[in-house]
Structure formats: C-alpha cells, structure tokens
C-alpha cells in the first residue's frame, strides 16, 4: 500500500542560502496522526507548507519530490501547475493555522469565508453552501450556528475562532488536514477542547493529520507517527509509543529535559510567610462598564477583579493563573498602579523591610516616581515589547535618564554590566533588537526592568512566546537573579508546569474571583477547586498513558453554573474563600 | 438603523463645523489692514477724484463696512439684519464684488459647477489609474512591473503640473486634435445646455482631468501598494490561499478591501488639495473655475468674492470627508459595531 502523503528527500532554500530544510522525508498513511515536533526554526513549518506550495516568495523547492495518493488519484505535488495545486488546495487537502486571531479576514462574515470553500471546489449554490456549513458548524461545537454565520471574526472568542478555521479546513472533506501550531495561541482548556475535537472528526471522517507543534505533550495526545526535526533535517522519526518512551536521539531528549512538568508527588508546601510584604492587595475590586450602544438596554458590568486578597513576601515568587480574561493581567496592572482600582480597595508596597507601607494608588509625585524605581514590569512579546529603531544600549539606559540617575558613562557601565547579567555580551549594545533571536530579546526585556535595581518585578507571561529549551533557560535565569537579589515576583501565567517549577504561592483565577490559592506543591497534590482540576487536567503531558481527560476539563472549563453545588457563584451571591489547610484556601460553601 | 442614526449624526457635525469654519474664514480675510474699499477711497483721494470717493462712501454704508466686525459677520451669513434687512448667505445674497463691481453670484455662476465636474473628474481619474496599479505593484512587487509604475509615479508626482499642460496641449492637438484652453468651445458659452455643449465639455476635460489628476494618483497609487504589501503578509491571506483561491479573486476580495480603508478615508482630503492645487494649471489652462477668481479676489481684498469662494471650498471638503467617513462605517464592522456587545 502507498502513503496518502508522500514527501521524499525534500529540500528547501532562500535565495542562494543554505538549504533550511535538508532531504526530509516522511510519509502519512491514510486515516494516520504524523506529528511534527521541533523548536523554531526547524524547518517543520515550511517542510508542511511546501506539500501545499505556499512557501514565502524568496523560497524554493531545491530537490525531492511530494506525492499526494488519494481516491481522486496520484499527483506529484512538486510538480504540477499551479492551476491543478489551487484544485487541491482545500479540497484534498486542507490547513489550520496558529493564530485564529489574524487567519480570518477582519471584514467578511465568518458564514462567507468558510462556504467560500465549497463555492470554489463543490460549485455549490450560496443556499446549498449555507445549509452544508451550518451543520459543520454545529458539528465543530458552535452553540448557534446561524448567529455564527452571519457573526465577524472579532465577535468570537479565539477558540471559537479556530473552531470556525477547523470548520473551514473540514467542510470539504479532505483526505488530509495540515495543522500549524493550531492550539499554540490558545489558553490549555480550550487548547484540549480543540484537539479533542480534531481527534474526534477525524475519527469520523478517516481522514490524515499531520500536526505541527513544539508541544511533546500534545504530541502524546494526538499522534501515531512522530517525526522530530532539528535545523532542516530529521533527527528521529518513529511510531509515537516508541519515541516518547524511549527517545534514541540525544536532541528529542533534550526537548523532553526542557519541557516543565505538573509534579504530582504528595507534598504539603510551605504557605507565603505573612511577614515583610513587599505587595499587599486587599479587597482589589474592579469593573468595568461597557456601554450596550442601545438606549433601552442597561450598560452591562464587566467584573475584572473582584475582592482580590493577595500577599506577596520578599524574595519570593506569586503566581496568578487562569485564562484570557480571567482578570489576573488587570490584578497586576492595578498592583503597578497602572490602573485606578474600584473605591475600597487597598494596594500596599514597601520598598525595603524598615519602610512604612505606602498606598499605591495615593501616592504623591515623589512617592510614585519611588515606586516606580522599586516596581518593574517584564513583558509578555520579546518582539514587540523593544523598540525596533532604539538601540540596545539606548533602550537599556533609558529608565536611568528618565530618573536623572548617573552620568552618561556610568549609564553605559551600568548597562554592559546588566547584559552580562542576564547572560548576553556588553559588546552587544551596539546592535538593534533584530538582530537577537526571542530568547535574547526576553534577556534584553529582562536586563532592561533590572536596571533601575527594582525590588519587585511583574512578569506578564515572560515565557508563553518561547521555545520549550529557551523558556526553560529563561526561567533559570529568573531564579538565579531573585536568589542573587533578593527580588519579589509577580508572575503571570496561563502555564500551570511553569508556575509550577517557580511559584511559591499559586493563586487560580476566574472570572475576577481567586477560586483557590495554595502553595504549588499543596495545589497540584490535592486541587479542590473544579477549575483547578480542569487546568490541571488540560494540561497535555508528554506521556501517551496519560492522555488529557476531557470530561474532567469540560466540567471545570464550563460556567460556574455547571460546577458542583458547592463551588457554584453568581453575580449577587459568591461564596467566600475558605481556609481547608494551613495556606490553602478554596472558595466553597461549606 | 445603525448607518441612518450615523448619517443623520455625521450631518449635524457637519453643519457645526461650517459654522465654525466660517467665522474663520471671516476673521482671516479680515486680518490684513483696511478693505477693499478704504484702499480704494485712500488712491482716490491722492488723485483727487472726490465723485469716486462718494460712490466708495455709499458702497461702505451699503454694506455695512462701518459697523464692527462681528455684526458685519452676522449680517453677511444672514444672523442679523443689515441694511436692508436680513439679507445674507442664509438667504442666498452671496455679496458684492466690489473688484468686478457685480453681484458675487453673477461672477461665480457658471463656474462653481465647472470646478465640481473638473475636480470629480480629476477624482475619477485618480481612483481609476490608482486602485489597479497600486494593486498590481503590490502584487507583483519587486518585479519589472512595479518598477516601472513607480518609475513613472515619480515622473507624475515629479513633474510641474503646468508643465506638464503645456506639453500635453502641444501633442494633443498635434496628433488627436484636441482643443487648446477652455472648458468648452467658446460658441457654447451662456448657451443653455446642449448634447453638443456637453460633447464640447468633455473633449475639453480630458487635458485638465489628466493634468490635475496625475500627481495625485501617483501618490495614492504608492499609499496603496504600501497598505496592500502590509495586508499580503498577513495570515489571513494565506488561509485564503489554501482555500484554493485564484490569486486576482483572492486579491480583489481579501486584502485590498482591507487596504481600501485609507483609500476611502481620503475622499475628504483630495477634494481641497486638488482645488487650491488646480489654480495655476488652471491659469494656464485656461479653465473657468474658481481658482483663478479666488487668487484674483484674495490679491484685491475683495472681501465678499473671496470669502464666498472660501467657504464654497470648505463645504466641498466638508461633504467629502462626511462621504469618506459614512463609506468607512459601511464597509468595515469593525467601526459599525463598535459598542455593540458581543
């Protein structure tokens, strides 16, 4: 029997560059889940992209072949026109990109970009398409299909979104889907809904997957076939049991070492010491009002936070965790005095151990322009969080002219010192941001918040953009600062193995409200909360006898409405946080 | 429901602003010492005409130039009586032109209208030339085809635009006999519209249109490629690739109704340029619009003509931005349902 997907000896290149791409091959059997596992930069993404030639502009297909065989008959890939490709193209085989967010058009309703699939490859009439893409849209999970329809892109939420790129991918029927990354942007519930949901129409329809990812976790869940790549070429490839079992190749190793794991060994951590806070929130409270645009319609609150306790002693680390929207980016923006809480709440900040406390959010010029030398932030996107036109040594010494701290050289110094810090050359404050890879420019980030000798640093998902091997060294160097420096960390996370391996108190959030906090060790152990169980749940892991129980990330995922009498809450009536152990609390009824 | 509240809205706006824009106006022409008429009696008087004088008197008292600034500004909009009466541009009296001696309306006239269909004219021209090239270089960008169309761009953008009149004038006459000057063959002039003064018009326009028309279609051309190189980077560009999509529908539908945006946001923006910059063309042209009388009218002070012509401008670029901004609302969501709850 052929293979539905043939690629042999594939190489790719730049212009007149190196080849980035080195005579790969694999094949994809009917029906079958090959996975492709790298870090950036591997060439698995344009390996993928080349069986349907949408290469960037300056790349070319130097040698190989790909062949796709199928029911509709055998075609070399590589080879045909480009008018024979287009009749392919989402037809027989069809793609799911990594950012559901910017892979729909902005401006055309959702109901008309994906029937566009079956107008240009089925000829359907607009009625025939409508009726064919609703049921594809309540297949794919869409509560109302019709409102889906006819709703824009920026109307859904990104899950939803990638759900209505599965739909499009799907309505053809393809014999294989290519999926790029499709979970990657997307928060670790929804991320084991959509891949249980990929799993399962593949299942009905028999088609092939071949699946993108740097994740070995979802690796585990989904795939038969595992090929790992590395700089162009293949390093190991094999069923999935055998590789993940027992990987021969020293570098599939080395992404197995970096990958952060969930510990679950019975431990009892040791809660926060309630003494020397360097932040305190008590009752944080904030809403939001969006205005309904409708006259007879009340405007509608948006809860952010809503009654936030939090403590955060020196030198240690707090982690908030939930998903987009949960309200632990506005928690930290409000402790930077960033934003203005609701009336009530209280912020507390003491620079050094011998300070008084001082009110974050009624501070007098002086004080705030204090504060904000003690309190630094670290971003989320290394790409965006540096100017492209400042250079490094520019970027880096800017706070301390802002702050009129130093003379100019004593700036530079102080500058070169910091890069060889954080792991990078002094000689390289010359060069402008682009020409450092993610990891270096999160360094950079990181160098850059150190430089007014901060006490306490927020981190806004520092290591969600990068690399499993760079966000693993990202993190050491992270800890080894806070051991060198005394340093305090808020630190935000959707990443429950990263807030794992550095926390030291773990606060879950949803929907404004901390639903349970605990030592890390306490928490993974002995979760009570059904949305922590659900988080822990949907965390994919790289072992295939583990695979993610979706009914468990279902029930806590859902609205509070569908969690269990106890832990239920509404607008008017939410139960309080209750101590079960010494420093972990729920919020239950008793 | 939505649109209609947005225009009724948008049209409100509008009225406010010209308003606003007509006390400027008013100011402004005002700034510079003395009138046109107390520059007329001071050179009357050096040469010692005194039956000027008292004609120039009386015009002053007639309209109101003794009286202090503001009350001449509300008896020239029509707020507050003057002379005789309420009488101002509210009620459709455009003023004196104390240069022509004649009534402001009877000079403008015919070219009022003359402006609008030179100018929409230069308009269609550039879209026209603009929305396929931009699109094509973009497509093709870094080939021969986008060299060559902004080569020639610049030689447009670059190129004095009287210049460029006079030798198109020359070849065209030279080899499709077109005609030299003029927005009409002076036979058809104050003759009542005809299918032949219309045919006359048009063969007249095609020199002018291309004239005006060129330096901005080269501009909005580079603008486009520019915003259509942004979008074809972007991932939804390629999901409609791997659709299967033919490349020049997935162009037409996708990316450009995205780059169209500031396309459309510069209706409002073009119409002034393209007035205040068609004046010398139109000198050397010869056209009949209201560039020239405008230039004429700000040199001699004259005030009434040349506040009129003002504002006639501003109202022109007034509508075209409210156009622009009400297109923008219904061609992209994004702006329509902003404040909507999802």
């Known amino acids: ?590 | 429901m939505i649109m209609l509240r947005y225009a009724v809205y948008r049209f409100f706006t509008m009225l406010l602003t010209l308003l606003v824009v007509s006390v400027l106006i008013f100011v402004i022409i005002n700034l510079p010492p003395g009138d046109y008429l107390s520059n007329q009696i001071a050179e009357l008087q050096a040469s010692g005409q005194s039956a000027g004088v008292a004609k120039a008197e009386f015009l002053r008292k007639e309209y109101a130039l003794d009286r202090p600034m503001w009350q001449q500004y509300m008896i020239w909009m029509g707020f507050m009586p003057g002379p005789h009466g309420f009488s101002g541009l509210l009620q459709g009296n455009y003023g004196w032109s104390f240069e022509f001696d004649r009534p402001v309306s009877e000079i403008v006239g015919d070219t009022l209208w003359l402006t609008v269909v030179v100018n929409l004219a230069a308009i269609l021209f550039v879209y026209a030339v603009a929305l396929p090239l931009g699109v094509i270089a973009a497509a093709r960008s870094r080939t021969w085809i986008d060299y060559t169309s902004a080569f020639v761009g610049y030689l447009g953008l670059a190129t004095p635009n009287f210049l460029l009149a006079l030798i198109l004038f020359y070849y065209g006459h030279r080899y499709f006999n077109l005609p030299i000057g003029g927005l009409m063959d002076p036979a058809y002039e104050g003759l009542p519209m005809s299918w032949d003064k219309l045919k006359s018009i048009l063969v007249h326009l095609i020199v002018p249109t291309f004239v005006i028309g060129t330096s901005g279609a080269s501009a909005m051309m580079q603008r486009l490629r520019a915003n259509m190189l942004d979008e074809l980077g972007k991932p939804y560009v390629e999901t409609a690739i791997a659709k299967g999509m033919a490349p020049s529908r997935m162009l037409t539908k996708y990316p450009l109704r995205v780059a169209f945006n500031p396309f459309v946001a510069d209706i409002g923006n073009l119409l002034p340029s393209m007035v205040s910059g068609s004046v010398l063309v139109s000198v050397v042209l010869g056209l009949q619009t209201i560039g020239p009388t405008l230039l004429t009218a700000l040199k001699t002070q004259d005030q009434f003509l040349s506040a009129f012509i003002l504002m006639f401008v501003a109202l022109l670029t007034l509508i075209g931005t409210m156009i622009s901004d009400i297109l923008l609302v219904m061609l992209d969501p994004r702006i329509r349902y902003e404040g909507r709850d999802a």
């Open chain 1, 1 to 590: 029997m052929t293979a539905l997907l043939s690629v042999q000896d594939l190489s790719i290149g730049f212009g007149t560059g190196d080849p980035v791409v080195n005579d790969v091959s694999f094949d994809v059997e009917a029906g079958q889940t090959l996975a492709l596992v790298g870090e950036s930069g591997s060439g698995k993404t344009i390996s993928c992209r080349a069986a349907l030639r949408i290469l960037p502009r300056a790349a070319q297909i130097r040698s190989g072949s790909i062949t796709l065989n199928d029911a509709k008959g055998r075609d070399v890939l590589t080879e045909i026109s480009e008018r024979q490709m287009r009749d392919i193209r989402g037809n027989r085989i069809s793609m799911i990109f990594q950012e559901p967010m910017r892979s729909l058009s902005p401006l055309h309703k959702i109901g008309n970009q994906v029937s566009e699939v079956l107008w240009l490859h089925r000829g359907a009439s607009e009625a025939q398409a409508r009726k064919e893409v609703l049921t594809q849209f309540e297949r794919v999970g869409f509560p109302d299909p019709a409102r889906a329809y006819d709703s824009y892109p920026f109307e859904l939420s990104g899950g939803m979104r990638q759900r209505a790129m599965i739909a499009m991918a799907m309505v053809s029927k393809p014999e294989l889907l290519i999926a790029d990354e499709p979970t990657t942007a997307l928060d670790v519930t929804t991320q084991a809904q959509v891949l249980g949901l990929i799993k399962e129409l593949q299942k009905e329809t028999g088609m092939a997957l071949i699946l993108v990812t740097h994740d070995l976790g979802v690796v585990a869940n989904m795939a038969e076939q595992v090929v790992v790549m590395h700089k162009g070429r293949v390093m190991e490839a094999g069923p999935a049991g055998l590789i993940l079992n027992n990987p021969a190749h020293p570098y599939t190793r080395q992404l197995f070492d970096a990958a952060p794991e969930i510990p679950d060994k019975d431990a009892v951590g040791i809660p926060m010491p309630d003494e020397d806070l360097i932040l305190e929130m008590k009752n944080v409270c904030k809403t939001y009002t969006m205005r309904s645009g409708k006259g007879w319609k009340a405007d509608k609150k948006i809860f952010a936070c809503r009654g936030v306790d939090l403590k955060l002693a020196r030198g240690k680390t707090l982690a908030v965790v939930g998903e987009s929207g949960s309200g632990k980016t506005t928690a930290a923006r409000i402790a930077l005095g960033a934003e203005l809480p609701d009336p009530g709440s209280e912020v507390l900040f003491r620079a050094t151990d011998t300070d008084e406390p001082t009110m974050v959010h009624s501070m007098s010029r002086d004080e705030r322009t204090a504060f904000q030398r003690k309190a630094q932030m670290v971003f989320q996107d290394p790409y965006s969080s540096l100017s492209p036109r400042m250079r490094i040594q520019d970027a880096m010494t800017e706070p301390l002219e802002i702050h009129g701290i130093g003379t100019r050289s004593d700036q530079r110094d102080k500058a070169a010192d910091m890069l060889k810090r954080v792991g990078l050359n002094a000689d390289m404050l010359k060069r402008y941001p682009h020409a450092f890879s993610g990891g270096q420019r999160q360094r950079l980030s990181i160098a850059r918040a150190m430089m007014l000798d901060p006490a306490l640093i927020v981190c806004d998902e520092p290591t969600s953009a990068l690399d499993v091997s760079v966000q693993e060294q990202i993190l050491q160097l992270l800890e080894q600062l806070q051991a060198s420096l005394n340093l305090s960390y808020f630190f935000i996370s959707h990443d429950l193995a990263v807030v794992a391996r550095i926390a030291d108190e773990v606060a879950v959030m949803r929907q404004g409200l901390v639903v349970e906090q605990a030592p890390p060790e306490t928490l993974f152990y002995n979760p009570r909360h059904p949305y922590t169980k659900a988080l822990i749940a949907a965390q994919p892991e790289p072992d295939i006898n583990r695979p993610i129980d979706l009914k468990l990330v279902a029930l806590g995922a859902g609205s509070p409405d569908s969690w269990a009498d106890a832990f239920r809450f509404s607008d008017s009536m939410i139960p309080s946080l209750i101590e079960l152990e010494p420093g972990h609390k729920v919020r239950c009824h008793v």
